[in-house]
């Protein structure tokens, strides 16, 4: 098992304190006296807690960006793809509940080139996914239905999953990923 280098802990440290209280509230010193050193000592290991939330929400982000990447590149139906998409959300929200929530929260606290690069990355997800939608509608895989009214049904519950997913205990991943791809596809009418 790999041990977390000090670095490593001071983010995971500092992204429960962030998803619990928020990033605006969370100070150098709330994070140093949770981990039991003095405030001086962090920045030994990072340079600011601008750093930790940019370390953060990139490697959340570049998560979803490869995962996507991945799923645009197969040779499959648009269904096929967007049954990957939904899993891809789970499987983040599952491994990296910290780092999503900084990212849907906090990301407007991103500067400069980190800033611009998290919103290119949401961007290009985004319309890798509603061009998946508009080729489903096309082929009539999916009802013709507005293509952003599907994004934004799909995307906003995937988006806070996570805050659901720990209310609810631990949730055996595998029927929630069949749950929730059979909600988003086929719906809840049971059709006789």
């Not at 995971?12 to 949770?34: P, T």
């Not at 050193?37 to 750093?51: M, P, R």
């Not at 939330?53 to 991945?70: D, K, P, Y």
């Not at 929630?176 to 086929?186: A, E, Y």
Request: some cysteine; charged content about 30%.
């Amino acid at each position: 098992m790999k041990t977390q280098s000090r670095k490593e802990e001071i983010i995971k440290i500092a992204s429960y304190l962030f998803k619990e209280r928020g990033y605006n509230a969370v100070s150098m010193r709330d994070i140093a006296q949770a981990m039991g050193i003095k405030a001086a000592s962090l920045y030994n290991h990072i340079k600011s807690k601008q750093e930790i939330l940019s370390t953060l929400i990139l490697e959340v982000a570049h998560e979803f960006t490869n995962g996507m990447n991945t799923v645009v590149e197969e040779n499959t139906f648009p269904i096929q793809k967007i049954k990957k998409i939904i899993e891809l959300h789970i499987d983040i929200t599952v491994n990296h509940s910290e780092g999503l929530a900084a990212l849907n929260n906090d990301w407007m606290h991103l500067e400069n080139e980190d800033l611009k690069a998290f919103v290119k990355m949401r961007e290009d997800y985004e319309e890798n996914f509603r061009k998946i939608i508009r080729q489903g509608i096309k082929t009539g895989d999916i009802k013709p239905c507005h293509p952003e009214v599907i994004l934004f049904s799909i995307l906003s519950t995937l988006r806070t999953l996570y805050l659901w997913y720990q209310k609810r205990g631990k949730l055996d991943i595998n029927v929630l990923k069949k749950d929730m791809v059979s909600v988003f596809l086929d719906g809840i009418v049971n059709k006789h």
